[in-house]
């Protein structure tokens, strides 16, 4: 488990994360309404080269960014999702595992779930800015260490 103490902390882990991502990665973004699922993309985002303004897709369900390390960031937020056959008929899953970077708030509304992901689970801290973050990853093979690597400073000893 690792912890931060602030959003402009959770902004940096997210970004060490983000510079091992290549296109084709997924992370799957788990917490609350207001744990920090968008200031974690935004991380992972700036690292990949996106230095645009990134809202809250909340009506579009899926926005693009085009990194200024030439990779593609999609950032999908499922929220408001009602079923996940609107979300399916939408064709914005075909851009998941493919050309870009996919980073997923709210994943369980569509069970969206490739096999090749990196799940971060983030859940609020007794006290009031700090975060509890998980990370499990499935078939990011010899990229796991180095990822675990690059967070080891957040980790709660
Ligand atoms: P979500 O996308 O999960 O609904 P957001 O990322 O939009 O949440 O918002 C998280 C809010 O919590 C922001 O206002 C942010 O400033 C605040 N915050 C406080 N502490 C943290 C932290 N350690 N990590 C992330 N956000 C934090
Ligand atoms: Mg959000």
Not at 65 to 88: M, P, Q
Not at 120 to 133: L, N, P, S, T, W
Request: aromatic letters at 10%; a negative charge.
């Amino acid at each position: 488990m690792y912890v931060t103490r602030n959003s402009e902390d959770t902004f940096l882990f997210a970004s060490a994360i983000g510079a091992h991502l290549l296109p084709g990665d997924t992370v799957l973004l788990y917490g609350d309404l207001g744990a920090g699922k968008s200031v974690f993309a935004r991380g992972c985002a700036r690292v990949l080269g996106v230095f645009d303004e990134m809202a809250s897709p909340t009506f579009t369900l899926m926005q693009p960014y085009k990194g200024k390390t030439g990779a593609n960031v999609y950032h999908f937020d499922l929220y408001r999702i009602s079923d996940e056959d609107e979300f399916f008929a939408s064709g914005l899953q075909d851009h998941i595992g493919t050309d870009g970077v996919s980073l997923i708030e709210w994943p369980q509304q569509a069970d969206v779930c490739p096999e090749k992901r990196i799940e971060i689970d983030i859940v609020r801290a007794e006290d009031f800015d700090g975060r509890e973050i998980e990370i499990n990853m499935f078939g990011m093979d010899d990229r796991e260490e180095i990822i675990l690597s690059s967070v080891r400073r957040w980790e709660k000893i």
